[in-house]
């Protein structure tokens, strides 16, 4: 187990902790829930620790939470593995939640952290579109490029809300437009600047032994 933990990349392991041990946490009791749900009323934002701790809680011990263990070791795991940094990934993960905050508080959702693995599903499909997918613990393997279409239905079966994949889809759509698109002259990147990894971000790379930055974050993403 120890060896297989230390194995996983820096972001996708630290992630899976934080998420692991919220949710041991808040199910034992040692802390109630509401500590990590965003809070439903703006000016209780700056209860920073809520707005963070819903970044990171996806619910109680259930099948939601076992699926997102999953997606972690897998999708993200993957995913992180095609950046050139760590820093890149870590802004990726950290960007895509700050945009996920604003449709989560207005459609009265508590946590964001489940559009997060919407947009790691997403972004990992698409950088190998053809790839063949295990439907999670089922023997059930389909083409990466439907595989999101399939979780949703999923979800609407066992009677989820499908918003946490819609607004997942949509943010990580806008990340792999811009990053395919970035280097084609007239295409407008409304985001462009905010995709580029943030100064104080970059400074932070000291503390990670990785390769110098590349041109792109992802290698499908360069031309």
């Known amino acids: 187990m120890d060896k297989w933990l230390a194995e996983l990349p820096i972001v996708t392991r630290s992630y899976l902790l934080a998420s692991v041990v919220v949710t041991l946490a808040t199910t034992l009791g ?4 509401s500590n990590f749900m965003l809070p439903p009323r703006l000016c209780d934002w ?20 076992l699926f997102h263990c999953y997606v972690l070791t897998t999708s993200s795991q993957r995913l992180e593995g095609l ?22 508080w207005l459609m009265g959702h508590p946590l964001p952290s489940q559009g997060l693995f919407s947009v790691i ?23 990466a490029l ?11 079966v066992i009677g989820s809300s499908p918003f946490p994949d819609i607004a997942g889809y949509i943010v990580g759509h806008l990340y792999v437009y811009h ?6 002259k007239g295409t407008f990147l409304p985001l462009a600047d905010y995709y580029e990894v943030p100064k104080i971000f970059l400074k932070l790379d000291s503390y990670f032994k990785k390769r110098q930055l590349g041109d792109g974050p992802l290698p499908w993403g360069r031309r």
């Open 30 to 33: 040692v802390v109630s829930p």
């Open 46 to 65: 700056w209860q920073l620790w809520k707005v963070a701790g819903s970044c990171v809680y996806s619910g109680g011990f259930s099948i939601g939470f």
């Open 83 to 104: 950046f050139n940094t760590t820093i890149g990934y870590c802004w990726y993960i950290v960007g895509s939640l700050i945009l996920l905050l604003g449709p989560f």
């Open 121 to 143: 599903i997403f972004t990992s499909c698409r950088s190998n579109p053809s790839a063949v997918m295990n439907f999670m613990f089922f023997n059930i393997q389909i083409q």
């Open 146 to 156: 439907y595989f999101p279409l399939l979780l949703t239905a999923f979800h609407v």
């Open 179 to 184: 990053c395919v698109l970035r280097h084609q």
